[in-house]
């Protein structure tokens, strides 16, 4: 084989890149794996992490993704820098150009470039992100048991996460710029028939404030988008669901794509609708959403991948 060729190409340094790199790097496939424009992934900017299976004390994500890609290196991984700028998944082997015009070839590519949270443009949320400030409910919930916490958004998933948070005992505050909810009927009858969930109509937050620190989140200012009036709502922690973006603009037109945007797998694997390329982790996950989903669909996208190779006679 072509040593300019490799056998597996890793789009993607998150829990569902790394753990394929794992797995392939184990099955002797020495995987290559551009980082992308986040090297770990969201969770490396996420601070404490209790649901990872293997840390009964917690961790936090900068440790856990480090040590994801030291094991992953462990089994013969090459991992570089750079993201992807632009691939040709017709001609074969694979070619894939990194942003500054670098070519790579791969008998076989496993996608992981994850998904983006939709955030309010703020640089007051911006700074307090990890510290009050999340996007994941059940993944930081928990930390504010017991304390004022507000949901940002108007869909099912603002709507599940505020329950979710009620249920730990959190005060929850929605906060939802229309007069009615877009979530479905008996997401939004559940809030709304719910007297200790409080809601915010109209309104649109305008700050966080905080300091990160010592206090974390302290309180957000909301303005009223019919009066202009504002407000001032103490809370410890903000929570903002107004959606995920999927990171496949690059794949347009290459690969199918639903209507959400992300990445469309025959159901039960990881093989998108071109033979050789596989797909795992939130780019193609618009349900479960969690890293230990994540990393399990990377050891599937890289026995996949294994699979065909051998298939195809690349050994």
Not at 66 to 91: H, L, N, P, W, Y
Not at 116 to 133: D, F, I, N, P, T
Not at 285 to 301: E, K, L, P
Request: glycine letters at 12%; charged letters at 20%; one cysteine or more.
């Amino acid at each position: 084989m072509d040593a300019d060729i490799h056998k597996v190409m890793i789009i993607g340094s998150g829990p569902a890149g790394l753990t394929a790199a794992i797995y392939a790097g184990r099955a002797q496939n020495s995987p290559i794996v551009i980082e992308g424009p986040e090297p770990g992934g969201q969770l490396f900017s996420t601070t404490d992490i209790e649901n990872f299976p293997g840390f009964p004390e917690g961790t936090r994500g900068p440790e856990l993704m480090e040590k994801m890609r030291a094991q992953a290196v462990r089994f013969g991984a090459r991992i570089v820098r750079g993201s992807v700028g632009k691939v040709d998944f017709v001609e074969r082997p694979f070619r894939v150009w990194t942003a500054d015009g670098e070519l790579r070839r791969a008998h076989s590519v496993i996608i992981a470039t994850g998904s983006s949270y939709k955030w309010l443009g703020l640089a007051s949320e911006q700074s307090l992100r990890g510290h009050g400030v999340s996007a994941c409910a059940v993944c930081d919930g928990p930390f504010f048991r017991g304390r004022p916490v507000v949901v940002v958004g108007g869909g099912d998933s603002a709507l599940e996460e505020a329950l979710f948070l009620h249920r730990l005992g959190s005060q929850v505050t929605i906060v939802h710029r229309r007069a009615q909810f877009r979530a479905s009927k008996i997401m939004s009858d559940r809030v709304v028939d719910n007297p200790e969930i409080r809601i915010k109509w109209n309104c649109v937050v305008e700050e966080v404030f905080g300091d990160v620190g010592t206090t974390g989140v302290t309180g957000v200012r909301v303005r009223d988008v019919a009066t202009g009036q504002e407000e001032t709502l103490p809370c410890s922690g903000v929570f903002v669901a107004i959606g995920r973006n999927p990171n496949t603009s690059i794949f347009q037109g290459i690969l199918d794509i639903d209507k959400n945007g992300y990445l469309v797998t025959e159901p039960g694997t990881t093989r998108t609708s071109v033979e050789g390329i596989f797909a795992c982790g939130e780019v193609q996950d618009n349900t479960y959403r969690q890293a230990v989903t994540s990393a399990g669909s990377g050891a599937m996208a890289a026995m996949d991948a294994r699979h065909w190779l051998e298939i195809c006679g690349i050994f």
